[in-house]
């Protein structure tokens, strides 16, 4: 997890009180915060953009600026020494992004202890703003579908305040939109903006010029199009692959067409917040309205902690079949259950004791009067990790605290022993290291290339696939161990054969009988590489194991195979008593090719929970 100094005046300042350092620390560490020590931190000014930089006492000048990207060693003037200041170093908590700065932490800590409680309230009026969304962001040239917008007026920003929403907006980048991925921030200058329509559209890679961020607008190569930033703005390049393959990129623009920012890699240099701005405009893009709107919530109540005398407008977001209105500030209602509550921590709570935990969390609470157990909570908008009931119980129990719970002796002990399931691979890993066989572990996660072009294993649609993968070469779990064992062997080709590798591990299969949809097997597979190797040596690495695991050899059966990965002919499938149960023999040379092997191999590959009935 990301380690971040919050400056200790400016929490201090928001919460009303001053605590000697232990105190801070305890009641830190009680709520759920991960406290890495106290730094002074040295803050400098960015020569290209005057943003406000950090770096720890003793290290060396940030080497660039987290604002605009300027690479800090190559600028002419090196950055401007203006200050440091005592923070409290902690590890961000990835679940609660509303406790990323000092005002969001100090708001939950003036209700931890009892400074106040329940939700606090902020004031959002009707603005007069619109954001048109272009239809084309849905695709199939890009896809950046979501925004949410809203207008805050009143700001008194300095120095500290700035930084600390550059600061929040990064951090809120990180934990809530996946580095941008999910949701990416951008803030303006409402001043140097023309209302009050604005356009977040799908624009041609060459098909406008501003200037970034950070960039000198005096100098006349400073405006650059979509597809130059992309490759040349520090920024563009470090977030290239968020819009890798798209032919078009989002853009949000004014009335005048003059450029806001392309989400989600790049703000316009015209629009940037200083210390003078009084109004800003923010807008939060994403795929999904969940993310987006709770880092809209997020970043708009921080503001308006941070700037008491500020207050929100809303802003009107019209789609093609859709309007809707942001930020919505309503709570979410969830009812729980005070008599549940208190046998899942094992404390003996009221339902009037869970009300007031629930409010010092900063939650809204009440009873409700069927059966004298229901509470229903009212959480905060800019809650982003309350998803069930128990969430909220969480959150009661941290209030009462973990140090509070009662020490309570096991009802009954007992002695833990290893699952058969366990018990039976280790059998036959110890088989196989007797036979002589190096163990390895390959990844759970592969591709349907490799699984079916690569390997050549039949496509009987079984597989569990991936929603949402990360990378091409993960888009599904396995369904044998094979891949891996010649992925294994094409990384160690320069060694010394023969090579006997073999792994013990689950694979997955597609099964809608049952509660997830899939149903994992336990299996054992075996890779023999070198010169001279042949289907007999498989066939008689196969029957030891099988003796070893007491299977009858009467019941055994082998009938020739023709999947694709086997040498015509030198393949067979297992059955013990009917069942299908293992493949073994000469991997084909098509299969080889791909994995660039030069030698002859031959595999075994075994389904234990078969075997074992």
């Not at 009892?114 to 040239?141: C, H, K, M, N, Q």
């Not at 930033?229 to 949000?252: D, N, S, Y």
């Not at 450029?259 to 893009?285: C, G, H, Q, W, Y």
């Not at 309007?323 to 709570?331: I, Y």
């Amino acid at each position: 997890m990301p380690v971040v100094g919050f400056a200790i005046d400016e929490l201090f300042e928001r919460l009303g009180q001053r605590l000697d350092n232990d105190q801070l620390e305890h009641e830190l560490h009680r709520f759920g915060c991960s406290v890495e020590g106290w730094a002074t931190l040295v803050r400098y000014r960015c020569p290209r953009c005057d943003a406000l930089l950090e770096s720890i006492e003793d290290e060396p000048p940030p080497a660039a600026c987290d604002s605009c990207g300027a690479d800090l060693a190559d600028e002419v003037r090196p950055p401007e020494r203006v200050g440091e200041a005592r923070v409290l170093r902690m590890e961000l908590l990835a679940v609660r992004p509303d406790l990323f700065d000092p005002p969001g932490l100090a708001r939950a800590l003036r209700g931890f202890l009892g400074f106040e409680t329940g939700a606090p309230r902020y004031e959002l009026v009707t603005g007069s703003y619109t954001v048109d969304v272009d239809p084309a962001l849905r695709g199939p040239e890009i896809y950046r579908p979501r925004i949410a917008c809203a207008v805050v007026r009143g700001l008194k920003l300095d120095d500290a305040r700035l930084r600390s929403l550059m600061k929040l907006q990064e951090n809120i980048h990180w934990a809530l939109g996946r580095d941008r991925k999910l949701a990416s921030i951008g803030v303006y200058d409402l001043g140097t903006l023309e209302g009050p329509v604005f356009r977040y559209c799908a624009v041609a890679r060459d098909g406008v010029r501003f200037v970034p961020l950070g960039f000198d607008p005096a100098d006349e190569n400073a405006a650059l199009t979509p597809d130059q930033i992309l490759r040349e703005h520090p920024k563009g390049t470090a977030f290239a692959r968020l819009l890798e393959g798209c032919a078009k990129v989002p853009l949000l623009v004014d009335s005048e067409n003059r450029v806001l920012s392309m989400p989600p890699i790049i703000n316009s240099e015209a629009t940037r917040v200083t210390l003078d701005t009084k109004d800003v405009f923010i807008d939060v893009t994403g795929l999904e309205d969940r993310q987006v709107v709770k880092a809209l919530n997020i970043v708009v109540t921080s503001l308006l902690e941070a700037c008491p005398e500020a207050h929100a407008e809303s802003v009107t977001v019209r789609y093609e079949r859709e309007t809707r209105t942001s930020p919505d500030l309503s709570a979410q209602r969830v009812n729980v259950n005070a008599h549940e509550a208190a046998r899942l921590v094992g404390v003996g709570w009221t339902r009037d004791e869970l009300i007031e935990l629930l409010e010092r969390m900063r939650h809204d609470a009440q009873a409700l009067h069927e059966d004298g157990a229901s509470v229903q909570v009212e959480v905060p908008a800019w809650r982003a990790d309350i998803l069930h009931p128990r969430d909220l119980v969480e959150d009661a129990a941290i209030a009462h605290g973990y140090d509070r719970l009662p020490q309570v002796e096991l009802g009954s002990p007992t002695v833990a022993s290893a699952h058969p399931r366990q018990l039976r691979a280790a059998g036959v890993r110890e088989v196989l290291i007797g036979l002589g066989c190096l163990e390895v572990f390959t990844l759970a996660l592969t591709s349907e290339k490799d699984t079916y072009e690569n390997c050549r294993l039949a496509n009987d649609d079984t597989q569990v696939k991936l929603e949402n993968p990360i990378s091409v070469e993960q888009t599904m779990l396995r369904i044998s161990l094979l891949p891996g064992l010649f992925e294994t062997l094409a990384v160690n080709l320069g060694h010394a054969y023969p090579q006997r590798i073999f792994e013990v591990g689950s694979v997955a299969l597609h099964a809608p009988a049952s509660e997830t949809g899939a149903c994992e097997r336990l299996h054992a597979a075996v890779a023999l590489a070198g010169d001279g190797l042949g289907y007999a040596d498989a066939r008689a690495l196969l029957d030891v194991v099988l003796d070893e695991c007491g299977v009858d050899a009467v019941a055994r059966e082998l009938k020739p195979s023709s999947a694709g990965v086997f040498l015509a002919g030198r393949g067979a499938s297992l059955f013990v008593e009917g069942r299908s149960c293992g493949m073994l023999g000469e991997v084909h040379p098509a299969v080889l090719e791909k994995y660039r092997i030069i030698h002859p191999v031959v595999v075994v590959e075994i389904d234990l929970d078969t075997i074992s009935g």
